[in-house]
């Protein structure tokens, strides 16, 4: 009963266990690519050709180009087989020297164990010679020990290093100032057209299909931006810019909002902006209300917002003076300025 | 970057001063002593004049080509429209209290700005910087500057 007992053990339990550990996935030899080592056993009939049966072992090695492979020498010279399954070797027919006369073989399979340790396959062949002819088979049988080849190491391609964000800006901006001077030129010529009535149409059009060409890319290069970084500061003021030349206010809006919230403009940064335009328009101290008439109307009329920027009513943000500020800048102001005026950290 | 503004601004400039030309330029009136209310001055027009803001505002609005001279408190402007629905306005001086600095950078200065008929923004002959954002030029770029400072 305890007998019994341990078979049922061994059986139901330990068997698949064990059988768990070492099988493994079949092999199929039709997609590798190198070589295996044999040891293969030869048996040669003979006996129709008044011979014996004798059988020799070879040391062979197989070299694999997936779908091909030749054999070494065992006994009939190298051949080259076809793989018309993943285990099975294909080889056709062919005539070999065999002194004094020849030897037409035939057609014949190798079949190998899909675990890589063992093959085997026959064929026959008919000799033919100044001495006679007569016909013999031989068959093959081959064992391998190392087991299957290992894998091959895949090695991925390398990809570019992904650029900072900083530099994904800059190449947009490359395309974005080639756009920029598209839309410049495409202002002149539609003004042309207008101051002189000589028509301009074919130009304008041209320019306008590079323009529509150029902005879809320009657009993808920052919102890969914005969509890794919302807030990014420089890449909200190009959109703003960009969508404010295609005349899409709302959007415009959105972008420049977005860029004056971002937190980027911080007190020193507002004080940077202040100091390069006072430098700019040759100001040794900032113009103020105090002294300025110009500067007061200047002020009031921010202070009294009347709501209209491309015909949508922007609420005046009462809270945040500075920010207002900086919003009314970005609303009218070159955006060279604002860009190249602001050091973000 | 600095190739591209050159670029930008040489046809900006080209488009201003082909503007100047076909939207026709009026003569700088005289300065007239700080602190006086508004005034309008009637400089003999070389095209059609007005009389005040609110008629040039009504030709501006129909393309129609008009000439009006206003000094204020801030300074002397000209303001100019072109059958081709063009509007052009020039700071021609500023108060004389203003500074060198503020002189320098302004007086001469102008802008264009491009509308279409019955869609006239009168924003930009009553105000500094109101509709400026639809307007190109000197001056519009040193006003929007002057909009950072507090």
């Not at chain 1, 266990?17 to 199929?28: D, I, T």
């Not at chain 1, 002189?196 to 320009?218: C, F, H, K, W, Y």
């Not at chain 1, 609420?315 to 602001?342: A, C, H, N, Q, R």
């Not at chain 2, 050159?6 to 009026?26: T, Y």
Request: proline content about 5%; overall charge negative.
């Amino acid at each position: 009963m305890r007998g019994i007992l341990s078979l049922f053990i061994l059986f139901g339990f330990l068997l698949p266990l064990l059988h768990a550990q070492v099988s493994m996935p079949p092999w199929n030899w039709s997609q590798y690519s190198g070589t295996s080592q044999w040891q293969v056993t030869v048996t040669e009939d003979q006996t129709a050709c008044h011979g014996p049966i004798f059988t020799n072992t070879y040391g062979v090695i197989i070299q694999h180009d997936q779908t091909t492979a030749v054999m070494g020498d065992v006994g009939h010279g190298p051949a080259t087989g076809t793989f018309i399954s993943g285990n099975v070797l294909h080889f056709r027919s062919r005539t070999v020297s065999d002194p004094p006369g020849t030897s037409t073989l035939s057609d014949y399979d190798i079949y190998f164990t899909t675990d890589c340790a063992s093959f085997a396959g026959e064929y026959t062949w008919d000799y033919s010679g100044s001495d006679g002819s007569c016909s013999g088979s031989t068959s093959l049988s081959g064992t391998n020990t190392q087991g299957c080849p290992a894998p091959p190491i895949v090695i991925p391609p390398s990809k570019p290093p992904e650029l900072t964000p900083e530099e994904q800006v800059a190449a947009a901006r490359s395309d974005l100032n080639n756009d920029f001077d598209l839309r410049g030129e495409l202002k002149y010529l539609n003004l042309q057209n207008l101051l002189t009535g000589e028509s301009q149409d074919a130009q304008i059009n041209a320019v306008q299909d590079r323009i529509d060409s150029l902005e879809p890319s320009i657009e993808a290069k920052y919102k890969k931006v914005l969509d890794a970084d919302p807030n990014n500061f420089e890449a909200n003021v190009d959109m703003a810019e960009l969508k404010r030349s295609q005349g899409l206010t709302h959007e415009y809006y959105e972008y420049m909002d977005r860029a004056a919230n971002s937190g980027a403009v911080t007190a020193s940064v507002r004080d940077a902006m202040e100091k390069s335009i006072a430098r700019e328009l040759g100001f040794s101290t900032f113009p103020k209300p105090a002294n300025s008439l110009l500067m007061r109307k200047v002020g009031t009329e921010k202070g009294n917002w009347q709501g209209g920027l491309y015909g949508m009513d922007v609420p005046k943000e009462s809270s945040d003076k500075s920010l207002w500020d900086i919003k009314v800048y970005f609303t009218v102001g070159p955006w060279e300025g604002i860009v190249k005026s602001i050091v973000v950290n | 970057m600095a190739k591209t503004i050159e670029k930008r601004v040489a046809l900006m400039l080209a488009a201003g001063i082909l503007i100047l030309f076909l939207a026709g330029c009026s003569s700088p009136s005289q300065n007239l002593p700080a602190g006086n209310a508004q005034n309008i001055t009637n400089a003999p027009p070389a095209s059609p004049g007005c009389g005040n803001e609110a008629c040039f505002i009504t030709a501006a609005n129909n393309c129609e080509s008009m000439n009006l001279t206003v000094t204020d408190e801030v300074g002397t402007f000209s303001f100019s429209s072109s059958k081709s629905c063009v509007f052009t306005k020039t700071l021609v001086s500023l108060n004389a209290n203003e500074t060198r600095e503020m002189k320098n950078a302004l007086e001469g200065k102008s802008m264009y700005c491009i509308y279409e008929k019955g869609n006239f923004d009168q924003r930009w002959v009553t105000s500094l910087i109101y509709g400026l954002e639809n307007c190109q030029g000197d001056l519009k770029d040193r006003l929007a500057d002057l909009t950072i400072f507090p």
